[in-house]
Every structure is written in C-alpha cells, then in structure tokens.
C-alpha cells in the first residue's frame, strides 16, 4: 500500500495526527503550510475536543460531534473516550444512542459500514469483499427490527452496529479496523420511516419466512467466507428471530446474541454482587422476572447454569425463577406460553404482579420490559415489605423506557433498595445518605468476551464463557463501591474489566478443546499486547 502523504495522510482518519504532526513529521510528509504553526499533542487536542463537546446544548448534538471527531480522527476520538469513560460512554451509547438511531436518517452525515438488501441475495461475498480490510474480527449485526426499547427502526438501527463497534475498541482495545458493523436492512413495517423523504433504508415492507431466513445464512456464510476469524455479533434482532439464530448457528459458527446472553452475564454479575450486601447466599434466591421477552429468558437461562454451578439440580434452579407477563405471574395454566418460558411456569395459581411478589417473595426483581414506569410505587414498597434489602434491576433503555428512576427506587423503599438500570442515572441523595447507581451495561462483557475470542481464536463461543464473565465481573466490584450502593465497578475500569474477562475466555477455550493455541505463560500480560491504545 502506498505510503500516504501531503493533505492525503490529514485526510485519513486512521492516520492523521492532525496539528500533533511534529516539525519533522511536517517536513518529511509534505504537511508544511498545511497546518498551524503549533504542535499540539494529543493531550492538548482532548482539552479542545471537550471543551467543544461540553458547550453543545443537548446530548444529541454532543453524539453527532463525536461521530465526526471519529470519522476525523480515530485516534484522538478513542483517546478521548478511554480517558473520559463516565462522560462519553452514555453519549456514544445508551441512552443517547437510542434517540441517533430514531433521527439516523436525518443526522446522516458518512457511510460507516456495510448494508446488505434484499436486493443484494446471491451478491453478499461480493459486497463484504469490497469491505477495505480482510483481518475482521468482530462483525456486529442488526436488521433493525427491536432497536432497544424502541421497536422497529428499520435502516436507522445501524446506530446500534456503529456505537458496538466503538465499545469493542474503547472498552477492550480491538483495533478499529478489524471491526465492522452491518445493517441488515430487510425493510421495515414502520410506515412514519417509509413515509420520511429522508428515510435512505429499503423502503419496502419487511421480508419474513424463508426469503428472510435465507438471506441471513447467506450472509454468515458469506461472513464466515470473507473473515473466517470473526466472530459475529447478532444485535437488536425481534425475540423469536434472536433465539431461533443463536440455536441455529452457536454450534457451528462463532458468534452469539448481546441482547440474550451479554445481558444475561452482566445481570447475573449484578445478582452476584448484591449478595455481598444482602449476605444471602446466591443458591438460596428466589428471582422474578417481569417481560418474557429475549433479554429476559436469556437472563434466566444463564441463571440456571450459575444455580447449577452452586448445587442445585436443573429442576431445583428452575423453581427459582418466576416470570410476570401482561397477565400477571406465569403458571403452568397460563396459556400460549412461550416454549423457552415454559420450564419456568410453575404449578401455581394465577395472580397479578403486586399479589405475586407477596405469594413468592423474590429477593431479587428484574425488568426488561421496555416500558416505562412498570416498576410504580405499589411494587417497589412490596419488594421492600418483604425484604429488608430488595434488589431492583431495571434493565430497559434508554431512560425513558426504564422501568423506573434511580430517585423513584431510593424514594419509594426508604432507601434500602439496592438499585442497578440498563440506563445510567445521576447520583441520588437520600436523607442524608448519597447513593451512586451502576448501571448494568453490556459493554462490561461482550468486548471482554471479544477480546478473548481474538486471544485464544476460540473456534465457538459456549455459555461457560458468559458464565465466568459473570463471575469475573462481579469479582471487581471493591468494597467502596458496594458501600455506595454500586453493584458494578466504575467505567472507568472496564478496559481491566475485558481484560479480566479475556483471560478467564481463553482458559475456558483452551479447557473445552476449542482452540489450538497453547497457553501462554503470562496470559494477562499477552493479552494487554495485543489491545489497541490510541496514541500517536
């Protein structure tokens, strides 16, 4: 490739260093003239870019600044990011990710990263071949049908893809070109986006039966073809689709669902964790579930392997999870039960929400609803009645699906709940007592999860590995933070968190005979080699 040079190398995104170009660097790459006179180092670039970001007016206008920063100046975007974690995360992600997606068509600005239509069928390795790079190591995909709480948002959900993407590199250090995010843009039954001049996805309604589910084989193996060691990300996919996909092709492709088993193992670290501050014993938990939905089922799943991990049998762990729908607590006569949801539908009488958590008393309360205020005060007072310390988890984004506020939790169990959201919120004080919130985020796991897939060259990605992701995330939580009501350590730390995480993934790969690396005498210090640090 030829060595870039002049206004080309300012131009590269992946290349430029911008006015950082030393004296020497200016001379010797045709950059005198085209740039002012002083050299600033990156460290002085980050007090600009955030002072630029900061006097922006809402957090919509801060994302869409972000975004050029990146396609400007990959370096200095990362940089800024790694350094300011808390600050940016929520920015490049949820919850503002979510209203970039809703405005995606009219905030477009360049092209990042593939779209594949119906059109495209028998064409897919031809279109991935005109990808720039063929080292790809993660690929994440949505055909934008469940865009978080938001619903079908055909063409606009590649925001999910591109902001995944982000937190793979932030988060766990994957180099950003050997990442891709893709758009499956199958059309969409959401008339206001086939309405919207401005709409620029398959302005169509959506494929469905064996004209859709062939063309998603066709594109993993197509993936499989082009980047044969990339493991594949399936994101924001409607509920029978996700679990259909993640049956169809985990035994035999690498890859795995964020919405099911990411979710899953970051809850599953959150409940961990709690028990620090309740001293229950994890075996010895009662936990409900309100939605039934991908997220929710994946969670229970996981739940069952961690109970089974402690002791219990599978039936033993079954009876431990209990699910509430739009009826009330699912029972074994409950009708059309969802086939995954079954197992967990016990001989019971039916009852509402309120009565149901009186009947079965769950130590722990987790909603993935997507609906706002589900958690209201009549149920957040009775998790309180029977327990001295509830656990609430309300996993739905952005914030304004959450199934209730930080303040709300706090305010309405007299403090003693301890709280964790999908969605971050402020620090809430509480007569007298400042409580700081985690929020139960993904990016804690499935760039760890990545990273260690990359490490190791795992050939399949196995529940066992979201298993010790649980574990080895609830393992970092320090005491400090626990005495402020955090069940997740600070964002700060989540590049030491994935690390973690890495290494517990490539000792699993290597115990379940899925890799044919040998393990390296200094696992850790060989994984840190390998994380990409935006410097210049």
Known sequence: MKELHGKAILLDPASTKSTAFT????????????????????????????????????DIEKYIFLNA?????????????????????????????????KEFAHIFRKPQGLYITPEDRGD????????????????VVTDGERILGLGDLGANGMGIPIGKVALYVACAGIKPSQCIPVMLDVGTNNMS??????????????????????????????????????????????????????????????????????????????VYTSCRLTQKRFVDLNIMFLGTGSAAGGIAELMVDGFCTAGLTKQQAYERLWFIDRKGLVV??????????????????????????????????????????????????????????PVIIALSNPTS???????????????????????????????????????????????????????SSARLITQNMFLAAAEVLAGTVTDQELQTGAIYP????????????????????VKEGLTDQEMPDDLDSHIKSLMYEPNY
């Open 193 to 270: 986006l086939r309405d919207d001049p401005l709409y620029l996805g398959y302005p169509f309604p959506r494929i469905t039966g064996d004209a859709y589910q062939t063309l998603v084989d066709e594109f993993v193996t197509a993936a499989q073809t082009c980047f044969p060691n990339a493991l594949i990300q399936f994101e924001d996919f409607l509920t029978p689709n996700a679990f259909r996909f993640l049956d169809h092709y985990r035994s035999d492709v690498r890859c795995f669902n964020d919405d099911i088993q990411g979710t899953a193992a970051v809850t599953l670290a959150g």
């Open 23 to 58: 004296r020497e660097e200016r001379e010797q790459l045709g950059l005198r003239g085209l740039l002012p006179y002083d050299v600033a180092d990156i460290d002085k670039q980050k007090q600009r870019v955030l002072g630029s970001m900061r006097n922006k007016t809402s």
């Open 490 to 509: 600070a964002l700060s730390r989540v590049r030491e968190v994935s690390r973690a995480i890495a290494v517990a993934v490539f000792q699993i790969a």
């Open 124 to 139: 897919i390795v031809s279109i991935l071949k005109n990808w720039p790079e063929d080292d790809i190591r993660i690929i």
């Open 401 to 455: 699906n959450t199934e209730c506020t930080a303040e709300e939790a706090y305010k309405w169990s007299d403090g003693c709940v301890i709280f964790a959201s999908g969605s971050p919120f402020d620090p809430v004080l509480y007569e007298d007592k400042l409580f700081k919130p985690a929020q139960g985020n993904n990016a804690y796991i499935f760039p760890g999860i990545g990273l260690g897939i990359y490490a």
């Open 69 to 101: 920063l990146l396609e400007r100046n990959q370096r200095l975007f990362y940089r800024t990011m790694i350094d300011n974690m808390d600050e940016i995360m929520p920015l490049v992600y949820t919850p503002t990710v979510g209203e970039a997606c």
């Open 332 to 389: 074994s006569t409950t009708e059309n039960i969802k086939s995954r949801i079954k197992p967990f539908a016990h001989a019971h009488k039916p009852c509402n929400f309120v009565d149901a958590i009186g009947e079965v008393k769950p130590d722990v309360l987790i909603g993935a609803t997507g609906v706002a205020g589900t958690f209201n005060e009549e149920i957040v007072r009775k998790m309180a009645a029977v327990n001295e310390r």
